[in-house]
T-cell receptor, first 113, second 110 residues
Framework: EPEVTQTPSHQVTQMGQEVILRCVPI?????FYWYRQILGQKVEFLVS????????KSEIFDDQFSVERPDGSNFTLKIRSTKLEDSAMYFC???????????FGPGTRLTVL | KNEVEQSPQNLTAQEGEFITINCSYS?????LHWLQQHPGGGIVSLFM???GKKKHGRLIATINIQEKHSSLHITASHPRDSAVYIC????????????FGKGTHLIIQP
């Protein structure tokens, strides 16, 4: 069964460093999403992406964040200069079409020291 | 902005019991999602519904659009059902980033 994959599963970085989180969505899906979950809190929407551009973003997704689909398979989230409060689990999701069921990856746990 | 509230926050029950988890939201939506999150953190989609009722195995989800309320039921609960169950909504107007509730932590004891 096709699934969304994410790498790495755990990333530890120093404050101020850049990180790139990688996702491989399900191959025939066209809509891609990033969410985050700070430990003990609810999942929060960051950004959605379609046709090589951002279609929607939340207030959390400020200039420190960027997304890219560098090739036909990967979808990346870059945090330019990490802060302690960026420590969270980051989930990638994909869907076939707008408003369709979203399928989630296993998440990347980001720890900023 | 949609507010998604779930109840109860925590629920402990005995194996075999009928379980109900409730979700309410404040603003009209295009769809409501029920998700399951296991201790390892992974999120699995259980249902997406915009009206009526859906059933998958021992799980049943219902939604009342007029009342802005949904319920997730588990029949004949089993310890393997222990997980966090999350309600999330997607809005109208083309916005499909999900707004999540805080989740219900369910423990089924043998």
């Amino acid at each position: 069964e096709p699934e969304v994959t994410q790498t790495p599963s755990h990333q530890v970085t120093q404050m101020g460093q850049e990180v790139i989180l990688r996702c491989v969505p399900i191959s025939n899906h066209l809509y891609f999403y990033w969410y985050r979950q700070i430990l003990g809190q609810k999942v929060e929407f960051l950004v959605s992406f379609y046709n090589n551009e951002i279609s929607e973003k939340s207030e959390i997704f400020d200039d420190q964040f960027s997304v890219e689909r560098p090739d036909g398979s990967n979808f990346t989230l870059k945090i330019r200069s990490t802060k302690l409060e960026d420590s969270a689990m980051y989930f990638c999701a994909s869907s076939e079409s707008q408003g369709a069921e979203q399928f989630f990856g296993p998440g990347t746990r980001l720890t900023v020291l | 902005k949609n507010e998604v509230e779930q109840s109860p926050q925590n629920l402990t029950a005995q194996e075999g019991e009928f379980i109900t988890i409730n979700c309410s939201y404040s603003v009209g939506i295009s769809a409501l999602h029920w998700l399951q999150q296991h201790p390892g953190g992974g999120i699995v989609s259980l249902f997406m519904l915009s009206s009526g009722k859906k059933k998958h195995g021992r799980l049943i989800a219902t939604i009342n659009i007029q009342e802005k309320h949904s319920s997730l039921h588990i029949t004949a609960s089993h310890p393997r059902d222990s997980a966090v169950y999350i309600c999330a909504v997607s809005g109208g107007g083309g916005a499909d980033g999900l707004t999540f509730g805080k989740g219900t932590h369910l423990i089924i004891q043998p």
